[in-house]
């Protein structure tokens, strides 16, 4: 279970976390909205220590981020990047294999290789694509590659940064139906942040709304529709028009 | 009145450049703590050293090799002439020697790394900042300061010794080829001279200076591209400031190593 406990995170005169509250339960898929600049990438790299929030608490099962041996905690991720943030000097499998080829449960180079493969395979990509370097792939392939190096150790939690952004439709519908059964299948934690609602969808247990550094709203992804939330309505059905303004 | 306040507005832009250059020292000064930190501690990645090794050191080769030869050539010839003038032509294979040894090839080879590594270790340290790839190392366990930062400082400060060295070698053969193909010298005198004029020590200062040179370098273009800003022109931003600052130092610790070496 993660849960954000009043997070507050400025920069400079920014304020752009201002008191976050938010619990995602153990095997929830959790997909965080909200439009540009309203801090999803900041709550979301806060959980995992990559910023440092200014204030509040965050806790996953029941232990303060803070504290304890950071490497076992940060053992329990997988994080897909929004660009893939695949390394560019490693090879397809090296990358997917990293954390399998370092630290204290440190596979052979081989069977490193072996797990890698049958990662890229539960991803849809040929064992072919193992030995090509990151520039070579597409743009689908790179997150299909990222994906498959987020679940390459079975992580009990896995991150979701805005999977679909620069795909194209088809391809989006792909990654979404992956991510979707790769969770039910692992059972793991899911936090997704996006803003294409084809992914909300396809992904989502529950949606939290994130707007001017507070969750606007949250709720069963069945809720989203009927919520009656004016600031809600405006995000999901893309209209100009509402309580949130739009810049011109 | 108005004078008062160009003065205040003045005084106030120096202050302001002042305590601007203290902080950028400071966190520079901290960058090179935490490194040296992390040196001493594992894990330590051994083939990620051997990579860095290879790029810094070995594809360095040429670029200081011909810087070396080149300005060994000259120099022979500038020592010729300038000795001439109270007949002292004969001192160029000793001058040629220490200068080259003691200054230049230490000093041009930093130099010519600072271009070639400081830049690109600040580009790809910057991009890989951009692209997240920085912060992807941290989700999958691994400290990107021992994973980035250590293998490349480790590297160029022991790679910068043995390219200074074989600069120091090629840079008096340089002297050597224009003294006795253009200056009429004699090989045997040439080198005879070249060596009974070299001391251990001169050798030895030009070495410990080339390692600090090589910290310089590679700490300099860790350094701006760790903390890279965002976009194309931040990672332009820091490989320009990687070059220029790893340039400053190296010649202010040239300037304090030499004060240390040969003036106690």
Redesign the interface.
């Known amino acids: 279970m993660i849960q954000l406990i009043n997070v507050k995170k400025s920069f400079g005169n920014n304020h752009v976390l201002r008191g976050v509250n938010l619990t995602i339960e153990q095997g929830e898929s959790m997909v965080i909205i909200g439009g540009s600049g309203t801090g999803k990438s900041v709550a979301l790299?806060s959980v995992?220590?990559?910023v440092q929030p200014d204030s509040g608490q965050i806790l996953v099962n029941g232990a303060d981020t803070t504290e304890g041996d950071?490497?076992a905690f940060?053992?329990q991720?997988?994080?897909l990047?929004?660009?893939g943030?695949?390394?560019?000097s490693l090879s397809v499998w090296q990358n997917v294999a990293?954390?399998l080829l370092?630290?204290k449960g440190k596979l052979t180079k081989s069977d490193a290789r072996d797990v890698a493969i049958e990662k890229l395979r539960r991803v849809g990509l040929k064992p072919e694509v193992a030995d090509q370097f990151p520039a070579e792939l597409s743009g689908g392939m790179q997150k299909r590659v990222g994906l498959a190096?987020a679940i390459a150790a079975e992580p009990d939690i896995i991150f979701f940064d805005e999977p679909t952004t620069g795909l194209d439709p088809i391809m989006s519908g792909v990654i979404n139906e992956l991510i979707r059964e790769i969770v039910v299948e692992m059972g793991a934690t899911a936090m997704t942040i996006t803003h294409d609602m084809s992914s909300v969808r396809a992904i989502a247990d529950k949606v939290a709304m994130l707007h001017e550094g507070v969750v606007q709203w949250t709720g069963p992804v069945s809720e989203m529709d009927s919520s009656g939330d004016p600031y809600l309505d405006q995000f999901i059905n893309a209209r100009a028009e509402g309580p949130i303004e739009a810049v011109r | 009145m108005q004078a008062l306040t160009f003065l205040d507005a003045f005084l106030g832009s120096i202050g302001r450049s002042v305590l601007g250059l203290c902080a950028a020292i400071g966190r520079i000064a901290l960058f090179a703590v935490l490194t040296i930190s992390h040196l001493l501690r594992p894990p330590f990645y051994l083939a990620e050293f051997g990579r860095q090794l290879l790029q810094i050191g070995y594809f360095s080769l040429p670029v200081v090799g011909l810087t070396a030869l080149f300005t060994g050539g000259a120099l022979a010839l500038q020592i010729y002439s300038g000795g001439a003038r109270f007949s002292a032509e004969a001192v160029v294979p000793s001058v040629v020697a220490i200068a080259m040894v003691r200054e230049l090839g230490p000093v041009l080879s930093g130099l010519m790394v600072a271009g070639r590594v400081s830049s690109s270790i600040a580009a790809e340290l910057g991009t890989m900042r951009v692209t997240e790839q920085i912060d992807a190392l941290t989700t999958l366990s691994t400290n990107p300061m021992k994973y980035l930062v250590v293998p490349r400082v480790l590297a160029a400060t022991i790679a910068m010794p043995i390219l200074a060295f074989i600069g120091d070698v090629i840079g008096i053969m340089g002297g050597f080829l224009v003294g006795t193909q253009r200056l009429g010298f004699n090989a045997a005198t040439y080198i005879n001279n070249t060596w009974s004029f070299l001391e251990f020590e001169d050798v030895f200062s030009g070495l410990v200076k080339a390692a600090a040179f090589g910290f310089i370098v590679a700490l300099m273009g860790c350094y701006h591209g760790y903390n890279s800003g965002r976009g194309a022109q931040g990672v332009g931003r820091a490989t320009t400031n990687a070059v220029v600052s790893a340039s400053v130092l190296i010649l202010a610790a040239n300037y304090l190593l030499t004060e240390i070496f040969f003036t106690s």
Do not use: P, S, V
């Open positions: 790299k995992l220590g990559l950071r490497d940060l053992a991720f997988g994080m990047f929004q660009g943030a695949l390394f560019d990293f954390r370092r630290g190096r």
